[in-house]
């Protein structure tokens, strides 16, 4: 059974804030009531928790994050953008997933009810937005990365999907490739909307196909178009893994790049260099935006400045290579 904060204060016949005190190393507990403290610590092998270590300052110096795993390829660069800045300034970080699902969340949420932290990122998992408009409402300072178009008002840090996007079809139009295979990313998503919105402010693709932001998706996607005898010069992929995918797809069917066909994607992520050929793509800020996010946060946990209601924008940067 795991020793709590109260056991430890009932054998050493304290109060829990004296406790709370002493993990704290506050200089006004006296040094017997202390060292009999520590002593029922080691001899219980209580293991603070953030909330207990925090109750005597008021705040756990700890930001928590919630996102929806660690698989997308982006989101490491997102993570040590937000260590990054919460690591200069003394702060930890409690991170949570939703791998397990109900489980996970309900751990997340013992971890909300026991203010083990002072602010919360987030990467927004499935189904889970009302709960977090709920924290927010209730008074804890949460900020969104990636914001995916959805969320106008709500904290956030997001990057410039909409010019992302044109920026590929101008350079697409500019080297006279005008029929252009767009491979989406599912459409429930606020990205792939303004994704597609942006690539027709430019230019307007001759097939869309759906995908799923997966290579297998990207894989599959050309190798429909191929099979219904589509006639196209380019293909852009609303995300750099299902780029690689339709680059696949194309060295299958025989097609050179780019000289049939110029292929541009979608994110800079550190395969787009590694594949073959090298992928044109446009840099999503991952990094930055992690950095951008976490130092919002700091900024108002600190020095009380306003969280903004609209979002910040990190632009992106079309990243040319050999593929387009």
Not at 40 to 46: E, F, H, L, N, Q
Request: net charge negative.
């Amino acid at each position: 059974m795991r020793v709590t904060i109260a056991e430890v204060a009932r054998r050493a016949r304290v109060s829990k804030t004296t406790v709370s005190r002493v993990l704290n190393n506050k200089s006004d507990v006296d040094a017997a009531t202390a060292i009999r403290v520590r002593e029922v610590i080691a001899a219980t092998g209580y293991i603070p928790s953030a909330g207990a270590v925090g109750l005597a300052k008021g705040r756990t110096n700890t930001v928590g994050m919630l996102v929806p795993g660690l698989t997308w390829p982006w989101m490491g660069d997102v993570l040590q953008g937000v260590a990054d800045v919460l690591e200069a300034k003394g702060y930890g970080l409690l991170l949570n997933t939703v791998n397990r699902g109900a489980d996970s969340m309900t751990q997340f949420a013992r971890h909300v009810s026991a203010k083990a932290f002072d602010g919360l990122l987030l990467v927004e998992p499935p189904d889970t937005l009302s709960y977090i408009e709920t924290l927010h409402e209730s008074g804890l300072p949460v900020v969104m990365i990636d914001d995916r178009g959805h969320h106008r008002g709500f904290p956030s840090v997001a990057t410039s999907n909409r010019a992302g996007a044109a920026s590929a079809a101008r350079h697409l139009a500019a080297a006279g490739r005008d029929r252009v295979v767009m491979i989406t990313g599912p459409a429930d998503f606020g990205c792939t909307v303004e994704r597609i919105q942006g690539f027709r402010d430019v230019l307007v693709e001759k097939v869309l196909v759906e995908g799923d932001f997966t290579p297998e998706g990207g894989l599959a996607a050309i190798r429909e178009v191929i099979a219904d005898g589509v006639e196209f010069d380019a293909v852009f992929a609303q995300n750099d893994m299902m780029a690689i995918g339709a680059l696949d797809a194309l060295r299958e069917a025989g097609r050179s790049v780019p000289d049939d066909v110029a292929v541009i994607g979608f994110d800079d992520i550190t395969l787009a260099t590694h594949a073959v050929p090298a992928l044109t793509t446009v840099r999503q800020p991952s990094r930055e935006m992690g950095e951008a996010a976490a130092t919002m946060l700091l900024d108002h946990l600190l020095d009380g400045v306003p969280l903004p209601e609209e979002p910040h924008v990190v632009p992106t940067t079309l990243v040319v290579r050999e593929s387009a």
